[in-house]
């Protein structure tokens, strides 16, 4: 141990009671620092992974055409020049299979799928709902979600089997009072087809649990009268972060607007971060008086241990020893702190994941959602070290400032 760290930890010993309240308060910034930022960007994380287990990574819908406008070139010739003017968008995708060849030769796409939707009334024996049916391809469906474990009832093998099967959702079913094995009716603008409740299924997004009827693709061009051509194309991605970079150069290469789930999800996305910001600093607050503390209390060791400063100057200690010596008390505090707050703050963390919280709207969970991230623990260390260290400076150059010779004619200040 060298002789500063070593004076430095006699001086910090001579004021246990204060040094104890600052760390305390370092360890409880550090540990509800990670503590509130693991359980927002645990919520934040699952949001994410349910929007994606549903409409996937992106999705590239109607196809996009310049429009052009001549204007004459001039000195009475009839010769028009044209020029680009804007995009024309046009509905759908005409042919989903040359879009679907073209995605495949991106490296990123890890599966894709054609969706043809329409709006649609369902009848059962006791109630009508407005519904959106989705016509897919199932086993193409399964690769761009999680269908396949969000069945509650029924199951994926009676849809296979079955070719006027349906799946329908769970809030759907309960409206309509539907059950596996029921049929019902759907109607397209006078259109009736019948079908039959092959599972029900629920991601926990009540706006699709509620309104979503699965049917196979062929039926649904059959329902909706659109032999070819289909709604847009769900893609799902190797790398999710990627998909604003991917969705440009798609649109780009094939002609279709493609939209990324980040811009889809923007205003819940927005409302996360504003969250987990709102968290931070509130729980910095902790780190704060941790801070304040330590200005008060090296400050009062200033005072106290002034004669102590004037010994060690007369010894040859140089200003420069002095401030390490305060900044190392602070030092230690830091440490101890942080540490025993990243303790904290896991244990904490592991026991709000197992605090019953059920939800369902925006999507489905029975606990708190919580996110091993290291980065929540760097950025809580970071922080307290920041606040506790700049509050450190000013009493340790305070005391770096003290002459022996005004110590001794007791005019130091």
Sequence with gaps: MSPNLHIAFRFLTAKKRAMLMSLSCTVLGVGLFIVTQATTSGFEDFFIKTILGTDGALRVEDKMQDTLRSMHAGGGSDFLISHREGVKYIEGVEEPKLVVSGLSQFANVSGTSAVLRGTVV???????????????????????????????????????????????????????????????????????????????????????????????????????????????????????????????????????????????????????????????????????????????????????????????????????????????????????GAFAGALVGGAGTFLVSRIPLPINGIFKTETFQVSWNGWHYVEAVVTAAIMVMAASIIPARRAARLEPGDIVRGTAQ
Excluded: C
């Excluded at 309960?174 to 397209?188: I, Y």
């Excluded at 509130?282 to 200033?302: P, R």
């Design 122 to 336: 369902i009848r059962s024996s006791f109630k009508n709902e407005s519904a959106q049916v989705f016509g897919i391809d199932l086993d193409s469906h399964l690769k761009v979600s999680d269908l396949q474990h969000q069945i509650v009832q029924g199951s994926l093998a009676a849809l296979r089997e079955s070719p006027t099967g349906a799946l329908v959702g769970k809030v759907l079913a309960d409206r309509l009072e539907l059950e596996v094995g029921n049929s019902f009716v759907l109607d397209a603008q006078g259109q009736l087809r019948r079908y039959r409740v092959s599972a029900i299924y629920e991601t926990g997004v009540s706006d699709i649990d509620k309104t979503r009827v699965y049917v196979h693709l062929p039926e649904a061009r059959s329902l909706l009268k659109k032999p070819i051509g289909v709604t847009f194309i769900q893609v799902n991605l190797f790398d999710k972060d990627r998909a604003p970079a991917d969705a440009f150069q798609m649109q780009e290469v094939l002609k279709h607007s493609a939209r990324p789930w980040q811009y889809r999800e923007k205003a819940w996305l927005s409302a996360f971060r504003a969250l987990s910001v709102s968290s931070a600093i509130t729980v910095s607050v902790f780190t704060l008086i941790a801070g304040l503390a330590m200005f008060n209390t090296l400050a009062m060791i200033v005072l106290e241990k002034t004669k102590d400063i004037a010994i060690l100057r007369s010894m040859g200690y140089e200003r420069s020893d002095i401030t390490r010596i305060f900044l190392w008390q602070a030092g230690i505090v830091l440490v101890i």
